[in-house]
C-alpha cells in the first residue's frame, strides 16, 4: 500500500530523475560547466529522461485517454524552459544543501506544471519475490 498521495509520488520521481543526471548535464543546464553559460539545447533530453521516468511509474492521462510519450515530454521541456537561470545554476552548483533545496524547487515545479494538464495515477508496485534458495538476497549455503 502506498502511503503518499500522487502529487508527492511524482515530485519524488521528478527529483530523483533529476539527480540521476550525469554531474556534465547539469552543469551545462546550470550554466556552471565549461563554458559558464546555460545551454538550453539539453533541455530536450532532460525532458525526455524526466517523461520516461515518470512514465514507467505513473498511468498519465490527458482527459479520458493514454498521453503520449511526446505529450509528457513537450509539457516537460516547456516547464523547465521557464526554470529561473538562478534556481538553475544553485541545482548545478557544489554546495550540497543549496543545490538539493533548488532540486526540490525545480521537481516542485515541474510537478506542478504536469498535474495541470495531466492526470497521474500510481501504477502497482511488482511484488519482490526472493528467487529459489534465496533468503533476504544471499543465497543458501
Known amino acids: 500500500m502506498r502511503e503518499k498521495p500522487v502529487s508527492a509520488e511524482l515530485q519524488s ?26 545551454e538550453p539545447d539539453l533541455v530536450p533530453s532532460i525532458a525526455t529522461e524526466i517523461a520516461q521516468g515518470v512514465q514507467r511509474q505513473f498511468d498519465v492521462t490527458l482527459g479520458r485517454e493514454a498521453a503520449s510519450e511526446a505529450d509528457v515530454i513537450a509539457e516537460t521541456k516547456a516547464a523547465l524552459l521557464f526554470i529561473s537561470d538562478e534556481m538553475a545554476k544553485q ?10 533545496k533548488a532540486g526540490h524547487d525545480i521537481a516542485a515545479l515541474l510537478q506542478l506544471a504536469l498535474m495541470d494538464r495531466f492526470t497521474f495515477v500510481a501504477k502497482p508496485l511488482a511484488p519482490v519475490k526472493p528467487g529459489a534458495q534465496m533468503w533476504c538476497g544471499l543465497a543458501e549455503d
Do not use: Y
Open 13 to 38: 520521481c521528478i527529483w530523483i530523475r533529476l539527480n540521476c543526471l550525469r554531474r556534465p548535464i547539469r552543469n551545462a543546464f546550470g550554466g556552471t560547466g565549461q563554458s559558464r553559460r546555460r
Open 91 to 100: 541545482w548545478a552548483g557544489r554546495e550540497p544543501k543549496v543545490a538539493d
